[in-house]
């Protein structure tokens, strides 16, 4: 018999069996009785040795069955039996599943966005980061975690590149976005100067990146040579917001800090550059222009300067570590070479230590990864809690139904320092003097540092008349720097950050790049105001000057924070929907065993006790309970706050307020749960109550 | 939803039933209780078969084609399902008896006394 005969001919057979089975009883009975016995008897044991008909039944039909499904399936119809019986606990459960569950699908896509997610680019397996994990130059990074990159000087990499073996090709790129003014021919952009990021890149890029341009072309080693006319790739993103997506966009003159780029390409929607931040690249430009571009000297030509990433792409067959091995002995002959015939002792220490560390690239990129990784994966930890508390809730309300520190000079992050920078910063001097205008080119270099750097590298000695030299290691620069002054440590870069050891030098006495700072203004009236002065006054020292990006501090923190802000404001939106599920739970619960109580209530009530004194006493049982709950809860929340308070700012361990109203909300609710079903119990006529189950 | 463990699980080996009845039916064809009555009669009653398990069993033999049945009318004048044996349900109980002779004769091997 094939199955869909099965199907249809399934309610005629089960007749069928039924009558065979009654056929068979009877016979059997007619047999006994025809031996003799009477039939009363003759019935009796016919049905004895026939055995459970029910079962014989139950247990022939499913023979045809698929049991599985059909099993399944009834199981879902009686389920939603159940569930229309009762809307109420209907919507509460699915509120309860649908926020626990909606919550940890957003916290897994922001997860899966900065952390998991491949670039948009060819072959993402096949892309290799090179991360340098020692220090060569004031601009290498003093702290490299996994995803952080050390960077290379355009010398190296084109080292790297003539020597390459391992690579299909390598690409290079500057490690940070420049803010530039741009104008853009023909486009009104409202004040005539917009600010856009440009990001400097080789010529290679987008062909190792593997990326094809969807308007125009990319940009090719051809166009990455000073005498090359400029040219620069636009980002969707870009093309949209200023340009409409007009096609005609190519060709279009695009002044950068006054070099002449056209546009010759725009980039694919998808492709926001290297990097997984929050602030993409607009344009993407020829690293031969960096000197016009950034108004500085040339940083191609001077081995000196640390600044590029690298990305590779490895040849079909060569694994990370055959390519790793490879770059590491070209490092090694690389600083060999440069260092020449005079080689010291404690600079071949340096060369043997420093290596290259590759690691996979086909994530690209990012600083958001470092930063919000932690926070990331408490917020994950959060929901997950969330969804627990909400599957724990429903199964209640189911239950209830049935019933970083670095160790070197080198290291150390220098800030040069214009007069009267600390009295602008509101950074209180402890000890010394701070830097004067007097601190000029000729007199004798001095430094202010922070408590921290004291701490560190002094062990909390005076430090004032002490002398240090920058650049490790090289003996014609040692000492030559007095500190003079000590002041308070502030944060710089995150406000969850522990405040790095910190050297103020004088802007006066720094030579080359150094020399170039920012301006920090604090203003008389309101420092909104200002923007426009110094840009009008800038514009009359030097009227080829880039307009600078004027911001109030505030804002500044403002921008910085705004992340860490998402990411609290996150945090607490959970907790709040912890607590509430929580108290939804607790309602349940509290609810369920008061109202199990009825017949007990019933019996009391029989006894002659008064309403009153029956409500109080349940009353009493529950605020015991939520006594040891919030007891418990507070201990164990405890604990778990010194954890996340490092990392998510503005959560302290010491939050009383906050402990206190959610013991005292959840002590409520436990009342109000406990007293509801109590007063309805004690209200019932006792003999109700005590046959209730 | 509780299920029950299968009679013939709990008396026989899974199978012992069916190879029992397709036996019987190779001889004649028959209907429920006569199949009933004649299994026990043979067996000398040293079987302790419940006679409603046979239902169960005989409808796996007409799931897999191994039997088919027919309504007719008993030699006691009643309206009955007689069931048969098909080629395929010969063949299998060839299978079935060869494959339990096997057996058999292992486990006798094994029980046998002096050897070990």
Known sequence: ?693 | MPRMKKPEQRDLFPGALEMMILRTLKRQPLHGYALAQHIKRTSNDLLQIEEGSLYPALQRLLKEDLVKAEWGISYTNRRVRIYKLTAKGAKHLDHEVSRFERMLEGVTRVLAPGES
């Open chain 1, 1 to 693: 018999m094939k199955w869909p005969n099965q199907l249809f001919s399934r309610r005629r057979l089960y007749g069928e069996l039924s009558e065979e089975i009654r056929e068979h009883l009877e016979e059997k009975i007619e047999e006994l009785v025809a031996g003799g016995m009477p039939r009363k008897e003759a019935v009796a044991a016919a049905r004895r040795e026939l055995g459970n008909v029910s079962l014989i039944e139950q247990d022939s039909r499913e023979v045809w069955r698929w049991p599985s499904i059909e099993d399944f399936l009834m199981d879902v119809r009686y389920g939603l039996r159940q569930l229309c019986k009762s809307p109420g606990f209907t919507a509460v459960a699915v509120l309860t599943l649908a926020l626990g569950i909606g919550a940890n699908t957003a916290i897994f896509n922001a997860l899966d966005a900065v952390m998991l997610k491949s670039l948009p680019v060819y072959r993402p397996d096949q892309l290799v980061l090179f991360a340098d994990t020692v220090g060569q130059g004031w601009t290498s990074s003093n702290t490299p975690p996994a995803d952080q990159l050390a960077y290379f000087p355009y010398e190296l990499y084109t080292y790297f590149k003539n020597q390459n073996r391992t690579f299909q090709d390598i690409c290079a790129f500057r490690n940070a976005l420049d803010n530039v003014n741009v104008r853009v021919d023909g486009v009104d952009l409202s004040a005539g100067v917009q600010l856009a990021s440009p990001k400097q890149v080789s010529g290679n890029y987008f062909d190792v990146l593997g990326v094809n341009a969807i308007l125009g072309r990319t940009l090719t080693p051809s166009d990455d040579q000073p005498t090359a006319p400029p040219a620069a790739v636009i980002s969707f993103r870009y093309w949209s917001a200023r340009f409409n997506r007009d096609a005609s966009v190519l060709g279009r003159a695009l002044e950068a800090n006054g070099v002449p780029f056209t546009i010759v390409g725009v980039a694919p929607p998808e492709f926001f550059g290297e990097r997984v931040e929050s602030n993409p690249a607009d344009l993407w430009v020829p690293l031969a222009f960096q000197p016009r571009l950034m108004q500085r000297e040339s940083w191609l030509e001077n081995g000196a300067y640390y600044w590029l990433d690298l990305i590779g792409r490895l040849k079909q067959g060569v694994s990370i570590e055959q390519a790793q091995a490879a770059v590491n002995v070209q490092l090694h002959q690389y600083f060999t070479e440069q260092a020449g015939s005079h080689l010291s002792r404690e600079r071949q220490g340096n060369i043997d230590a420093s290596k290259v560390e590759l690691s996979p690239g086909g994530r690209g990129i990012s600083y958001m990864r470092l930063f919000y990784s932690e926070p990331l994966h408490v917020l994950m930890g959060g929901v997950l809690i969330i969804l627990l508390i909400a599957c724990a809730n429903v199964a209640t309300l189911l239950l209830a139904r049935a019933a970083g520190r670095p160790n070197q000079e080198m290291s150390v992050a220098p800030n040069a320092v214009g007069p009267r920078y600390f009295e602008t910063e509101g950074m209180p001097l402890l000890l010394g003097r701070p830097i004067t205008a007097q601190d000029v080119k000729g007199s004798p270099e001095v430094a202010v540092v922070n408590e921290a750097f004291v701490r560190s590298f002094l062990s909390n000695a005076n430090p004032i008349g002490r002398r240090f030299g920058p650049g490790a290691g090289d003996p014609q620069h040692s000492g030559e720097v007095e500190i003079v002054g000590v002041v308070k440590d502030a944060k710089f870069f995150s406000l969850c950050e522990q405040p790095p050891p910190m050297v103020f030098l004088s802007l006066f006495q720094a030579e080359g790049d150094m020399a170039h700072g920012g301006l920090e203004i604090r203003a008389a009236g309101d420092p909104r105001n200002i923007a426009e002065e110094v840009r009008q006054d800038l514009a009359e020292t030097d009227k080829s000057a880039p307009m600078p990006d004027v911001r109030t501090m505030p804002e500044q923190i403002h921008s910085r924070l705004n992340q860490e802000r998402a990411i609290s404001e996150l945090s607490s939106f959970f907790g709040i929907l912890a607590v509430l599920l929580a108290c939804l739970g607790l309602y349940g619960l509290m609810s369920y065993t008061v109202a199990r109580q009825t017949n007990e209530i019933g019996v009391r009530m029989a006894l002659g006790a008064n309403q009153g004194d029956v409500v109080w006493s349940i009353l009493g049982q529950g605020a015991r309970l939520a006594i040891v709950g919030v007891v418990l809860g507070s201990g164990a929340a405890f604990a778990l706050m010194r954890l996340i308070s490092n990392l998510l700012y503005g959560v302290s361990t010491h939050d009383p307020l906050t402990f206190a109203s959610v013991a005292v909300l959840l002590m409520f609710v436990a009342l109000l749960a406990s007293f509801v079903p109590a007063r309805q119990a004690s209200r019932v006529d006792p003999m109700v109550a005590l046959r209730y189950e």
